[in-house]
């Protein structure tokens, strides 16, 4: 018989026999209260109405998109971005047609949006895109978890879950990466990693956000109630300022980004090329040291 880990045992054809090694691991995440198979929302239907919860989420939501007009209507941007288009048509050597316009579309989304290629120094693309795809995979599993598995009476797939923290841990990872070591102003300015201006909102209140969720998810598996209610309360405090901070912050970049990305690659097919100049075919042309002596 075990006796150094709390394991509930199973009756077997009657008689009390040995757990297999799946029944091992599975009564062993159930006692344990493993952090990674938690559903934190779930657990809120005992204090705190799902359909309250889900009201929340929806709020969010309609937060990001008004801040997102708002941005967009305060700094003129889709004005931008429409009117340097009708020039490109009208200056441009080339006329692209519509199938040309979706080809460079596809090239944007594969290349700068999925992949960050637009990013030189490959740390910070690595660190871009840790931050990317968790907030995506922790957005995502946020929105499934509260509306398709409420309560405990609906238990979520390990997979959601796993998922939940795993893309938490990699906006943790890729955010605090960059705070502390990327920002222009700390590695080549030399400021301090705690200097923070208003542009740092979206960055802080996003890292703040998931560090809380993983805090509040890892305290409520372990049974400490106090710290659960500390850390949630904390965790809604930021998600809030995360998505209600949109028009003063950089969360709206995200979605102007690809629309830049796509109008310089118009730019360059059609040959108006932002009003740049030609690239340079031959190094010499710029710098040269034709005719200078051979010691120069």
């Not at 809120?44 to 997102?68: C, D, K, R």
């Amino acid at each position: 018989m075990l006796t150094y880990a709390p394991i509930n045992y199973v009756r077997l054809n009657d008689n009390w026999g040995s757990l297999t090694i799946h029944q091992y691991k599975e009564s062993l995440l159930e006692n344990q209260g493993l952090m990674f198979t938690n559903n934190p929302f779930a657990e809120l239907a005992a204090f705190i109405p799902p359909s309250a919860i889900q009201t929340y989420v929806v709020l969010m939501v309609i937060l990001v998109v008004a801040g997102t007009l708002l941005d967009v209507l305060h700094k003129k941007s889709a004005k931008y971005f429409f009117e340097n288009w009708q020039k490109s048509k009208s200056k441009g050597s080339k006329q692209l047609g519509g199938g040309e316009v979706a080809s460079l579309a596809v090239q944007t989304a594969c290349s700068e949006v999925l992949t960050s290629s637009e990013f030189c120094n490959p740390r910070r693309r690595v660190a871009h895109l840790l931050t990317m795809y968790g907030f995506l995979a922790y957005v995502i599993t946020t929105a499934i978890m509260v509306f398709g598995y409420p309560t405990s009476a609906t238990p979520a797939p390990s997979i959601l879950t796993v998922f939940w923290h795993v893309g938490a841990l990699m906006v943790c990872v890729g955010g605090y990466w960059f705070w502390f070591f990327m920002r222009v102003d700390v590695a080549a300015e030399g400021n301090s990693p705690f200097r923070v201006v208003r542009a740092d909102l979206f960055i802080l209140s996003l890292l703040a956000s998931v560090t809380l969720a993983l805090l509040w998810s890892f305290s409520q598996s372990g049974g400490a109630s106090g710290w659960t209610i500390l850390f949630f309360g904390l965790y809604v405090f930021a998600t809030t300022v995360l998505f209600a901070g949109v028009p003063w912050s950089k969360f709206a970049h995200m979605f102007f980004k690809p629309a830049a990305a796509l109008q310089k690659r118009v730019a360059e097919a059609d040959g108006t090329r932002s009003n740049l100049p030609a690239p340079v075919d031959k190094a010499e042309t710029l710098g040269s040291t034709r005719g200078l002596p051979q010691n120069y």
